[in-house]
């Protein structure tokens, strides 16, 4: 009657790890599907914006530029008017290339560049290197955009600090894998910066790993911080 009881254990252990995995697998699948569904939303509605509202704007701007009104009061007006026009336009745009990021289709790396120069714009005392290599492969839209997703988040989080890093970007692709790392240096040592996002860095790698089934590490060494992240060509 023990060794039957004992069989018995095993078998219910055996069949819960098994439903468990299940259960996992399923929610995974689903969790990529629903980010599939809602980046391919947002990427119709910035093909959207960019093909209706900022052409509109554009339009608008330009007809102020050429106005031949020789006032004075009309003048100032049409200055009000025209840098009121190139904030929304300007607004327009960075909600655009959020919602649908240029060369997305085309290369993950030359998309980061893109992000990069858009957070220069904005921190100008920002500094940022970025190398891709020519044979990149690029996998599916909806790869490309996790991994994008992640790396902005990672600016984000970064870059919410007064102390301005510089940020090295290294993209590198295998026969199966692609890889991506960044070197982040700041100008202090990192002990609260650190202790102040160590949650969301957590979560942020849990988020890499479960959605695209990769690797992602996290390092750091005195001012200096190193994020390694590895995926499968699909």
């Given at each position: 009657?023990?060794?039957?009881?004992?069989?018995?254990?095993?078998?219910?252990?055996?069949?819960?790890?098994?439903?468990?995995?299940?259960?996992?697998?399923?929610?995974?699948?689903?969790?990529?599907?629903?980010?599939?569904?809602?980046?391919?939303?947002?990427?119709?509605?910035?093909?959207?914006?960019?093909?209706?509202?900022?052409?509109?704007?554009?339009?608008?701007?330009?007809?102020?530029?050429?106005?031949?009104?020789?006032?004075?009061?009309?003048?100032?007006?049409?200055?009000?008017?025209?840098?009121?026009?190139?904030?929304?336009?300007?607004?327009?745009?960075?909600?655009?290339?959020?919602?649908?990021?240029?060369?997305?289709?085309?290369?993950?790396?030359?998309?980061?560049?893109?992000?990069?120069?858009?957070?220069?714009?904005?921190?100008?005392?920002?500094?940022?290197?970025?190398?891709?290599?020519?044979?990149?492969?690029?996998?599916?839209?909806?790869?490309?955009?996790?991994?994008?997703?992640?790396?902005?988040?990672?600016?984000?989080?970064?870059?919410?600090?007064?102390?301005i890093p510089s940020i090295?970007?290294?993209?590198?692709?295998?026969?199966?894998?692609?890889?991506?790392?960044?070197?982040?240096?700041?100008?202090?040592?990192?002990?609260?910066?650190?202790?102040?996002?160590?949650?969301?860095?957590?979560?942020?790698?849990?988020?890499?790993?479960?959605?695209?089934?990769?690797?992602c590490m996290h390092k750091?060494?005195?001012?200096?911080?190193?994020?390694?992240?590895?995926?499968?060509?699909?």
């Amino acid at each position: 009657m023990l060794i039957i009881g004992e069989k018995i254990v095993v078998i219910l252990c055996v069949t819960s790890l098994f439903w468990s995995f299940a259960y996992r697998y399923q929610t995974q699948q689903a969790l990529i599907w629903w980010n599939d569904r809602l980046w391919r939303r947002m990427c119709r509605e910035g093909e959207g914006i960019r093909n209706g509202l900022l052409q509109e704007s554009f339009v608008m701007r330009r007809h102020l530029e050429l106005s031949s009104e020789n006032s004075i009061e009309s003048q100032q007006q049409d200055k009000y008017y025209l840098a009121t026009i190139e904030k929304f336009h300007y607004l327009l745009k960075e909600l655009s290339d959020y919602l649908s990021p240029a060369h997305i289709d085309d290369s993950l790396p030359l998309t980061t560049k893109h992000i990069l120069e858009s957070w220069k714009s904005r921190i100008p005392d920002l500094n940022f290197n970025i190398n891709s290599p020519s044979n990149w492969h690029q996998e599916s839209y909806n790869f490309s955009r996790i991994v994008l997703m992640v790396l902005d988040e990672l600016l984000q989080i970064t870059l919410s600090n007064s102390n301005i890093p510089s940020i090295s970007i290294n993209f590198k692709s295998q026969q199966y894998f692609n890889e991506c790392t960044v070197e982040i240096i700041y100008l202090e040592l990192l002990s609260k910066t650190v202790s102040k996002n160590k949650k969301e860095f957590s979560c942020l790698q849990n988020t890499f790993k479960y959605l695209t089934c990769g690797k992602c590490m996290h390092k750091r060494d005195n001012n200096t911080e190193i994020w390694y992240f590895k995926w499968k060509c699909s």
